[in-house]
């Protein structure tokens, strides 16, 4: 009889063992924490950033796209400007050069070469215009609007925190640049003065 | 007999059939599901899809979920068993309205958002949203110029059940946390209502006094936080940010007495809604998942356009 219990006993311990073994609990915030970190976001967006945007052709020189917009809008915002979804405005990825006039508060004021006066926005780097103009991210590669979101913040780190202060260090008033960027046109849009870049890239020339 | 009972299968046949191709000769019919008619932004929202399905030859009819996902259960429940064919939905709750939208997808019928995200990308046919995070990203660069980088300040949210709440707060915060010097002195739901947002305030400007901005998460709150100031004596010191481009909030940009909103664009989402179900009858079944509308920034410099 007590041979019986002492069997019973073994094979509760033995289930109680393997139960507690295969069987764990995590608070739900955790779990929730874990799957959103689970993509790596930086990482993503150094390759964009490195491998797609520094190495893409397909930035349009300022002027040609100025001269594009004014002939044939259509054309222009098919061709060259990326919008994702409804809207008025586009995002296109540009290059240029010119002379640095004035440096104030992370604005550079640049004597462009062919456009006149144009702005580079060092500071604000926000929002979507990087990547959006890129059109290197697609809206359906991201299961949420938050998660697509998370791209554009990375990628403007990356840009305001890494790239650009290397390369502003190199630069002062009167330098001759070359420089590419984002800018933002509208298809209401029929004046092109005060064009401010949000930039990818700043090199003196 | 035989004669009896060929008689009785015909009448049979000729009920199910006669019954069947009646149905089809009926217009089809749109639901149209919003989360509150208690709010105007949602009651335009709702209107104008009614409005452009009933264009488009359709019969329309509005559900209020009254900002309950239990309400909007009901609604789905009641409009699947009454053979709606198509839903333009402006969802409660991110989370909360998959299981609605998964059970009109299993009873066949299409389910178009509008202008609120559910967190499922399989579950609706499309999604038309309003592009929260570009829009609140623009309000925090004017609202970092504005205060020019230093200052405290409150943010009043939304719905915390519900994305756009979370979207706009993200692009506003992906600007304004990059400034040490602005600092948020407190954080707190006013339910997108405006008497609510106005409590609110009232109850934090007790513990914090001196604020330099308020940023709500639309635009009835910013009217309820203008209104807190106002009798705090204090709504020409203390700036306010709203998103939605309601009427009210435009005209108090030009009277200069709030700084800046996000346009919003409830009608073209509701169109677009309405356009991509009238293409669902008609065939297609590709659509977009999401599709995010522009927001513009709406500022005393540009307030002549709007």
Request: aromatic share 10%; net charge positive.
């Amino acid at each position: 009889m007590k041979k019986k219990y002492a069997y019973i006993t073994l094979a509760i311990l033995i289930v109680a063992f393997l139960g507690y073994q295969s069987v764990y609990f995590k608070k739900l915030n955790v779990v929730k924490e874990a799957k959103k970190e689970n993509f790596n976001f930086k990482a993503y967006a150094d390759s964009i950033y490195y491998k797609g945007i520094l190495k893409s052709k397909k930035n349009i020189y300022l002027n040609d796209l100025i001269a594009l917009v004014q002939a044939n809008p259509e054309t222009a915002f098919k061709n060259h400007g990326n919008r994702l979804g409804i809207g008025n405005s586009a995002y296109f990825m540009i290059k240029s050069t010119g002379k640095i006039l004035d440096i104030k508060d992370g604005i550079y004021t640049i004597a462009d070469e062919k456009n006149g006066i144009v702005y580079i926005d060092t500071k604000y780097i926000f929002g979507n215009a990087i990547r959006d103009a890129s059109g290197l991210v697609k809206l359906t590669d991201f299961k949420t609007n938050a998660e697509f979101n998370k791209v554009s913040e990375s990628l403007n780190d990356i840009i305001r925190n890494e790239v650009l202060p290397e390369e502003i260090k190199k630069v002062k008033i009167g330098d001759s640049i070359s420089f590419s960027g984002a800018i933002k046109l509208s298809k209401k849009q029929n004046l092109f003065k005060d064009i401010i870049i949000t930039p990818s890239q700043i090199k003196l020339q | 007999m035989k004669v009896k009972q060929f008689s009785l299968i015909l009448l049979t046949l000729v009920f199910v059939f006669g019954c069947s191709s009646n149905d089809k000769s009926e217009k089809p019919k749109i639901a149209v599901v919003v989360s509150t008619l208690n709010n105007p932004w949602f009651v335009m929202l709702a209107e104008s899809a009614a409005k452009n399905a009933e264009k488009l030859g359709y019969e329309a009819k509005i559900f209020d979920s009254q900002n309950n996902p239990a309400v909007e259960s009901d609604n789905f429940e009641n409009l699947i068993s009454s053979g709606y064919d198509a839903i333009l939905l402006n969802p409660t709750d991110s989370d909360g309205s998959i299981s609605n939208v998964l059970k009109a997808k299993t009873a066949g019928i299409p389910v178009f958002c509008m202008d609120r995200e559910i967190n499922a990308d399989d579950a609706a046919t499309s999604q038309i949203l309003s592009d929260n995070y570009s829009g609140c990203v623009s309000i925090g660069i004017e609202f970092v110029k504005e205060l020019k980088e230093k200052g405290n300040y409150v943010e009043i949210l939304g719905l915390v059940g519900d994305n756009n709440t979370w979207a706009r707060s993200g692009g506003f915060h992906s600007v304004v946390d990059k400034f040490p010097n602005l600092k948020m002195v407190a954080q707190q739901s006013g339910n997108f209502d405006r008497n609510k947002a106005m409590e609110v305030l009232e109850t934090i400007m007790q513990a914090n006094p001196d604020i330099d901005a308020v940023f709500c998460g639309n635009d009835a709150m910013a009217m309820g936080a203008f209104q807190a100031l106002q009798s705090a004596g204090k709504a020409y010191k203390v700036k306010i940010f709203g998103f939605d481009g309601a009427g009210d909030v435009i005209e108090k940009i030009r009277e200069k007495k709030i700084v800046a909103t996000g346009m919003q664009f409830p009608v073209v989402m509701a169109q677009t809604a309405a356009q991509y179900a009238d293409e669902y009858f008609k065939g297609r079944r590709i659509f977009p998942q999401r599709v995010p509308v522009e927001v513009e920034l709406v500022n005393a410099a540009n307030i002549k356009d709007y």
